[in-house]
Nanobody, 118 residues
Framework: QVQLVESGGGSVHPGGSLTLSCVVS????????VGWFRQAPGKERKFVGH????????DYSDSVKGRFTISRDNAKNTVYLQMNSLKPEDTAVYYC???????????WGQGIQVTVSS
């Protein structure tokens, strides 16, 4: 099992920034990627991005590329989602997720709300 605990959500004005954190624990040796999905009200969950647990290579959805950055602190087993130039359409519940192989994520955090509004 892998446990994922998010923090850092909240409300921000359009154009602002916010950083989410995800503390990873448990069977971390089994992890392939750690990343983020989000779910806006009334919509399905969508991929935001991920970081490879071994190489730290990153990948992002087109909707956030250039605005969001995923990074990792190895000593703290923490993954960060730095979100800049936030837009109202970024409003969603953000989930930290982990993969143990290619395909769908195996483990999910509880989710954290991010609201972008003037």
């Amino acid at each position: 099992q892998v446990q994922l605990v998010e923090s850092g959500g909240g409300s921000v004005h359009p154009g602002g920034s916010l950083t989410l954190s995800c503390v990873v624990s448990g069977r971390t040796f089994s992890i392939y990627h750690v990343g983020w999905f989000r779910q806006a009200p009334g919509k399905e969950r969508k991929f935001v991005g991920h970081i490879n647990w071994s190489t730290s290579n990153t990948d992002y959805s087109d909707s956030v590329k250039g605005r969001f950055t995923i990074s990792r602190d190895n000593a703290k087993n923490t993954v960060y989602l730095q979100m800049n130039s936030l837009k109202p359409e970024d409003t969603a519940v953000y989930y930290c997720v982990s993969w143990v192989s290619l395909g769908d994520p195996r483990y999910w955090g509880q989710g954290i709300q991010v609201t972008v509004s003037s």
